[in-house]
């Protein structure tokens, strides 16, 4: 018997794959009516949370935060069953995964932070990433049914904060992409640039491909070299700036990184690869 809390898009969509693959799910979520919206699936709804949870030997999370999280199995806590295993698919501070994993296993719970890169056609269709970090005896044992609900299950060791940490580092990456994106198309209506034309653009040219490439590049340590001058970045987005200003757009990051660009010329780095703004962010 599984128990599912936190009914919203992943989670609803976790859910119908489990029981696509034939286990028994109860579900609860804070607004009743998208966890009684399940049983048409072939789930049972709970009002209750601790209802939810009675008699399941695996406790699912899909919620808000760390807060969420804790208020949420506070109130859960009462129907556990004993040895159930609580497996937390929310992105979380990587502080309070540590801070749940120690806590739970003095209350005689084994807590596992589970976070993923995976949106809601990914849970449903069981394909994508699952982060896991901690206890590695816990994660062996629950790797073979984590992998049911994902394509890839990536164990980053027994540090029970790592996944949060790693959940954290993606989702920052994805959220600087698609800010750069939307000063990107902000520049295009600027400039006149149909979208018809952005994508016959991109359709040729994917610049998604030199991700690992580059991230070499930066974190290499030698800067000397370069394939594109920091002087010569810093022109180019000079012109950025100077056409959206031209005609009133707004751009939300490019300020920012011109000020970096600046900094770093100042220091004297004008003539080597502009990816040296890097290097003072580099992990040892």
């Known amino acids: 018997m599984v128990a599912f809390l936190g009914m919203g898009l992943l989670g609803s969509n976790f859910v119908r794959a489990m029981i696509s693959k034939g286990k028994q799910v109860q579900v609860w979520n804070r607004t009743a009516s998208r966890a009684k919206a399940m049983e048409a699936d072939g789930a049972k709804a709970f009002e209750n949370v601790a209802d939810a949870v009675k008699g399941a030997d695996r406790i699912h999370l899909t919620l808000k935060d760390d807060a969420s999280v804790d208020e949420v199995l506070a109130a859960a806590s009462a129907g556990l069953k004993p040895g159930a295993i609580i497996i937390d698919h929310t992105t ?12 739970w296993k003095e209350r005689g719970f084994m807590y596992q932070h589970a976070p993923v890169f995976m949106g809601p056609q990914n849970a449903l269709e069981s394909t994508g990433n699952m982060l896991v970090s901690g206890d590695q005896e816990l994660i062996a044992q629950l790797e073979p049914e984590l992998s049911q609900l994902t394509g890839k ?4 060791g027994p540090d029970p904060g790592k996944a949060a940490g790693i959940k954290l580092m993606g989702n920052l990456f994805l959220v600087t992409f698609t800010a750069g994106l939307s000063d990107m198309l902000s520049l295009a209506k600027t400039l006149n640039i149909q979208l018809d034309e952005v994508f016959s653009l991109f359709n040729e040219w994917n610049p998604g491909a030199m991700t690992t490439g580059r991230l070499k590049r930066m974190t290499a340590g030698t800067y000397d070299q370069p394939s594109w001058e920091l002087n010569m970045a810093r022109k180019d987005t000079q012109l950025f700036l100077n056409a959206a200003a031209q005609n009133g757009a707004r751009l939300a990051v ?8 600046d900094r770093w010329i100042a220091k004297g780095h004008g003539s080597e690869d502009w990816t040296i703004i890097a290097k003072d962010n580099i992990p040892s």
Do not use: C, D, H, K
Request: proline share 4%; glycine share 4%.
């Open 254 to 261: 490019i300020p920012a990184i011109a000020e970096e660009m």
């Open 153 to 156: 299950v990536l164990n980053f």
């Open 92 to 103: 979380t501070s990587a502080e309070g995964a540590v801070q749940r994993t120690r806590a």
